[in-house]
C-alpha cells in the first residue's frame, strides 16, 4: 500500500517539501528554507547600510547575529559572549590627495582618480609624501618552487613597483607552470602588496585589466572609494592599480611599448626594466583605530574522547557598507548591500546552527562569522591568529561565501577539497544526497585565495570554499531545470559583484541555496563524526605546514 504524505500547516511554515520528509522522519539535521530566506532578507536590507567594517552596519550585523546565536542555543566563547575582537587601522584617503607622474620628454601625466588610477596607503601615516622612480618588475613573483624571480635581486628599496596581476602564463614547453590556466596565490594582489613591503619598495601599482584580475575596473575603483583596513602599520607608502590605458600611456611617454614589456614578463629570463619615469605622491588621510568582531558560537561535541576536536562553518558577514561622504539629500544609491556576497553565507550558516543545536554530532561545530573579508581576509586571519577553538584539533574549515540562489542543481562544486581527504568525504556525502561532484575546471579566477578558508589553509588546517557556482561566476554547473536560463543568471551576477546592484530580491529561487547549506551541513557532520580528523594529501603544499 503506498502511502502519500500531506504536509501541516506548521511544516509548509517552516519551508519543508515532500522531498525533505525522509530526512525529518530519520530525525537527521534539515535546513529549512523559511529562516534562511528571513535572515538574508534582513541581513541584505538598507538597514543594514550594507554591513561596512567600521561602519554603523557592520556595528547592527554583528549585533542581530550575537542574538541569533543565543536564540539558537549556540554556546558561548570562555568569556560568555559571541564576540572575538579584531583590531585593525582604517585609512580614508582625502580629496587633497594626489599622484601624478613624470615621464620622458617632460612629459607630465596626471590620470583621474576612479577613472585613470586609484590609490590609498597601507603605511598607517596621515600624510605620505615622495617622489620616486618607477620600476617595472612583471609579474612581481619569486617562487622558488616554479625556479622564478621577477626581481633578479634588483634594488626596490624606495621605489614604486609596477607589475602586472595574475601570475606567468602556461606555455607550450611548460603548460602546467604555476598551475596552468588557473590562478595561483602568486596571482593575487594581496600577495603582490605584501611582496613590495617585505622588499622595501615605496609602493605598488597593478596594471589591471579585466581578464588578468577576472573582474572589471569598477571593483577596485570601488573598493579604493571606501575606507581601507589593514591589520597592522608599516605597509605600502602608496598602493593601487593603474587603467591599462594609463599604464599604457604612462610607458609609452618614455619609449617603451606596454605589450612588449607584458611579452618580456613571460620568460624566466625577464630583468625588471627602469621605466626612466617618476611619480609624485602627496596623500592626506583620515587615520583611526578600529575595532570590529568575528561572531563565534559553538555546538559542543559529545562523543568523550573526539569533542575536543572541532569542524568550523564560516561565512563572512560584512560588505563595503555605504559611501559616508555623500550629501544625505541625494537619492542615488550609496549602499552597497551584499546580499549574495555575503548575506547568502551569513545566513545560511544562522539556518545550519539551528539544526547542529538540535542534533549534536561527535565532534564539536564552530559555527564563524567573520569581520572584514572585503578588507583582504582580515577577520579570519585574526582569527587563525588566536584561534577560538586550537587548529591541532580543528579537523577542517568549510566556507560559504556567495551562494547559489538561481535554482537547485544536480551537482555540488568542491573546488578545493580535492587538496584533501574532504574531497573523497564530500563525494561520499554528495551520493547520499543524489548530487554530483561538479566537474573540476582551472581556477582562473584565483577563487581558492580569496575567501576565509584560505587563512585556515595557509595555518594547514583543511579548507575550502563549498558549493562555489556563484563565487566562480563560471556558470558550469547543472541545474535541475532552466539549465541556460539558470547559468546566465548565475554568470550575469558578475556585473553585481561588490557594486550596489547586490541586492535581496524577494523572487529568488532559494532552493540551490538551501540545497548548497543542506551539502555544507551534512559534509561537517561526516567530517565531525569520522574515525580521524581530515588530513591535507601527501606532497600538497599546506601538507607541510604544522596546525
Known amino acids: ?6 504536509l501541516t500547516p506548521l511544516a509548509i511554515a517552516a519551508g519543508l517539501t515532500l522531498a525533505a520528509l525522509p530526512a525529518l522522519a530519520q530525525n537527521l539535521p534539515l535546513v529549512r ?4 530566506r528571513a535572515h538574508l532578507s534582513f541581513l541584505a536590507d538598507d538597514l543594514l547600510e550594507g554591513r561596512g567594517t567600521g561602519q554603523r552596519g557592520g556595528e547592527l550585523a554583528v549585533r542581530y547575529l550575537e542574538t541569533q546565536a543565543a536564540l539558537i542555543g549556540l554556546k558561548p566563547l570562555p568569556d560568555g559572549g559571541y564576540r572575538q575582537p579584531v583590531r585593525f587601522q582604517g585609512t580614508r584617503l582625502l580629496p587633497a590627495s594626489s599622484v601624478s607622474f613624470h615621464a ?4 607630465r601625466l596626471t590620470p583621474i582618480p576612479g577613472q585613470g588610477i586609484v590609490y590609498g596607503t597601507g603605511s598607517g601615516k596621515a600624510s605620505v609624501s615622495f617622489e620616486a ?3 617595472f618588475v612583471g609579474y612581481g613573483v619569486k617562487a622558488e618552487e616554479e625556479n622564478w624571480d621577477d626581481y633578479k635581486d634588483a634594488d626596490t628599496k624606495g621605489k614604486i613597483l609596477v607589475m602586472m596581476v595574475n601570475d606567468p602564463q602556461p606555455t607550450a614547453e611548460e603548460p602546467n607552470r604555476f598551475a596552468g590556466k588557473a590562478y595561483t596565490y602568486y596571482g593575487r594582489w594581496l600577495y603582490k602588496f605584501e611582496e613590495a613591503v617585505r622588499r622595501g619598495a615605496a609602493g605598488v601599482l597593478l596594471i ?7 573582474y572589471g ?7 579604493f572609494s571606501h575606507e581601507r583596513f ?3 602599520a608599516g605597509g605600502n607608502g602608496i598602493e593601487g592599480w593603474l587603467h591599462e590605458d594609463t599604464a599604457r600611456e604612462l610607458v609609452g611617454a618614455s619609449g617603451f611599448d606596454l605589450d612588449e614589456l607584458r611579452r618580456r614578463a613571460e620568460r624566466r629570463d625577464f630583468q625588471p626594466v627602469d621605466l626612466k619615469a617618476s611619480a609624485k605622491v602627496e596623500l592626506r588621510s583620515v587615520v583611526r583605530q578600529v575595532e570590529q568582531f568575528n561572531v563565534a558560537g559553538i555546538a559542543p561535541g559529545t562523543d568523550a574522547r573526539l569533542k575536543d576536536q572541532a569542524v568550523i562553518y564560516s561565512a563572512h558577514w560584512d560588505h563595503l557598507g555605504i559611501d559616508e561622504g555623500v550629501r544625505r539629500d541625494d537619492r542615488t544609491d550609496h549602499t552597497f548591500n551584499g546580499a549574495i556576497d555575503n548575506a547568502s553565507g551569513t545566513a545560511a550558516l544562522l539556518a545550519m546552527a539551528a539544526e547542529a543545536v538540535r542534533h549534536p554530532a561527535k565532534r564539536a561545530q564552530v559555527f564563524l562569522w567573520p569581520a572584514a573579508e572585503e578588507q583582504g581576509l582580515l577577520g579570519s586571519a585574526a582569527y587563525v591568529a588566536n584561534p577560538v577553538w586550537p587548529l591541532n584539533k580543528t579537523s577542517a574549515d568549510l566556507n560559504l561565501d556567495s551562494m547559489n540562489f538561481v535554482g537547485r542543481t544536480r551537482d555540488i562544486g568542491v573546488a578545493g577539497a580535492e587538496r584533501s581527504s574532504l574531497y573523497e568525504t564530500a563525494g561520499q556525502v554528495a551520493k547520499k544526497m543524489g548530487l554530483r561532484l561538479a566537474p573540476s575546471i582551472p581556477d582562473i579566477s584565483g577563487a581558492y585565495f580569496r575567501a ?3 587563512n585556515f589553509a595557509k595555518a594547514g588546517v583543511p579548507a575550502f570554499n563549498v558549493g562555489s557556482a556563484v563565487f566562480s561566476g563560471d556558470g558550469h554547473f547543472e541545474f535541475e531545470k532552466d539549465q541556460k536560463a539558470s547559468s546566465d543568471k548565475l554568470v550575469a551576477f558578475k556585473k553585481d559583484y561588490h557594486q550596489v546592484s547586490d541586492e535581496y530580491r524577494p523572487e529568488w529561487d532559494l532552493s540551490g541555496m538551501v540545497q548548497q547549506a543542506q551539502f555544507t551541513l551534512n559534509l561537517g557532520y561526516a567530517v565531525a563524526n569520522a574515525p580521524a580528523m581530515a588530513s591535507f594529501n601527501k606532497g600538497d603544499a599546506f601538507a607541510k605546514v604544522k596546525r
Open 208 to 214: 589591471h585589466t579585466t581578464p588578468s584580475a577576472s
Open 230 to 232: 589593514h591589520l597592522n
Open 104 to 107: 620622458g620628454g617632460g612629459t
Open 133 to 135: 622612480p618607477l620600476l
Open 33 to 36: 528554507e523559511a529562516p534562511l
Open 1 to 6: 500500500m503506498h502511502f502519500s504524505p500531506r
Open 452 to 454: 576565509d578558508h584560505f
Open 217 to 223: 575596473w569598477s571593483v577596485p575603483a570601488n573598493g
